[in-house]
């Protein structure tokens, strides 16, 4: 199993910020799709409280946060997501032929057993 090397990329004030292994990895699903953006959000799920929810979106929500995060990447952030996933690094690795989005947030204090939903204190 091998998981790629990254760099974390993140503006002064980001409440997110996004690995370029994730920025590359959200351009190139939007790539047919010029204009559009990434939102993130999250919804009451699972065992322990929220899941994570990741959209494609043609334009924000009034009370989103927008993150610029390349020449052709933004991401809107649902405002009431905010206070869970403040100071989260989006990342993208490979795990052997699989691709995955993670999310290394240090607000997190219980995860269910399989990571889909996660608590915070």
């Not at 002064?12 to 699903?29: C, N, P, Q, R």
């Not at 990434?38 to 927008?66: H, I, N, P």
């Not at 869970?84 to 057993?113: A, H, Q, R, S, W």
Request: a negative charge.
């Amino acid at each position: 199993m091998s998981v790629e090397t990254f760099t974390p990329t993140m503006n002064s004030g980001d409440a997110v910020s996004l690995t370029e292994s994730a920025i590359k990895h959200f351009e190139a699903k939007l790539n047919n799709q010029p204009g559009h953006m990434v939102r993130l959000s999250t919804k009451v799920s699972g065992c322990t409280g929220y899941a994570y929810v990741l959209d494609v979106a043609e334009q924000a929500e009034d009370d989103d946060t927008l993150i610029k995060a390349s020449d052709t990447l933004t991401l809107a952030i649902s405002a009431k997501a905010l206070d869970l996933i403040t100071g989260t690094e989006i990342d993208y690795v490979k795990e052997g032929i699989n691709g995955v989005v993670k999310f290394n947030n240090p607000n997190v204090v219980n995860e269910c057993g399989c990571g889909e939903s996660f608590n915070v204190t």
